[in-house]
């Protein structure tokens, strides 16, 4: 019989995104003994969320992060253009409360290597890569770990609380049996990138007319593209050959159609298929879901990252001290979701509202699209563009750091 490699700690942390290396490196950073398991060998992942909105910033300033963070290659979004066949409406970062007023334009990866690489400071921090959670370990109706498969075999780690951050197709939620409302989604996206020139506009817009809608993200030498295409429409697009699709992006693309030419295979498209769901109940005893697994989020105003690391905020923020203190009780649990289930209700709220008023009608070729009514009276409004700025910017009921830094409290006074 092989060996099953064993561990124990305070929390293991299931799945290495936004959501689980935030919660495992400020759990860390408050002197509990966490494990964090990702099943990559590394966090490299093109065309996942690449945005970082100003509320993550100014955790990463009350952290005293933010420094060193932005010494990490970024471009810098002050505003966000949607061009709704020819209305225009902004969303303006400049005037929010926040040290940085604007989103950065980061590769994910970055993001997470960076995270890590702060977790590695505290004794108490465990990231084991290419480590995949394949099921829940339960004694009498409470889960108590996880079994997982690892570099050198299977793996076992116990600790009061596992904290299921493994997105939205989770292994830890669908073991748990737990229910998962849907909420539906009117489309799916194709990432891909485009050649950009110096010259050309650096803010990232959207543009929707004539039954297609294209995100346009400024990543320096090239555009960061997503084609939203109506659900399930990708194999018939496919279907139609690499030309019909480049033509397609041509008639709506802002620069010359030639620069589509970079697209030769079909390989260089990366499908996105959307999913908007949420738990009706995030916990049970010894397990919390937080992030896209306890609710998925469109990617409408790209904010799903920047929900995630705000519940996982929350989480330590609540969690720490009971960890800590091996008091962990199932109302900690519930005040986590009490806590975070609103901001992210509202965000998919609005979510909804976007697809349903905006997508879902823009994506019909077989009707003339225009501009909600709202959008053409209010979109030119500075004071609509800064609301809209703040939503996107900072999203509901923003999370702020409280938890402590044991590094910080063990450093001899000056």
Known sequence: MATIIKHEADCVVAGGGPAGVMLGFLLARAGVDVIVMEKHADF??????????????????????????????????????LDLAGTIIGADFTDLPTVCKYIALMPQWDFLNFLAEQGKRYPGFRLMMNTEVTDLIEEDDRVTGVRATGPDGAVEARAPLVAGTDGRHSTTRERAGFEVESLGAPMDVLWMRLPRKADEADEPALIAAAGRILVLINRGDYWQCAYVIPKGGYDDLKAKGLAAFRSELAAIAPFPADRIDALKDWDQIKLLTVAVDRLRQWYRPGLLCIGDAAHAMSPIGGVGVNLAVQDAVATANLLAAPLKAGSLQLPDLQAVQERREFPARMTQRFQILAQDNIIRQALDKTTEFHAPLLARIGGRIPTVQRLMGRLVGMGVRPEHIHTPDVLAAAAPAK
């Open 44 to 81: 490299f992942r093109d065309f996942r969320g690449d945005t970082i909105h100003p509320s993550t910033l100014q955790l990463m300033h009350e952290l005293g992060l933010l420094d060193a963070f932005l010494k990490l290659p970024h471009q810098e979004a002050h505003h966000f253009s």
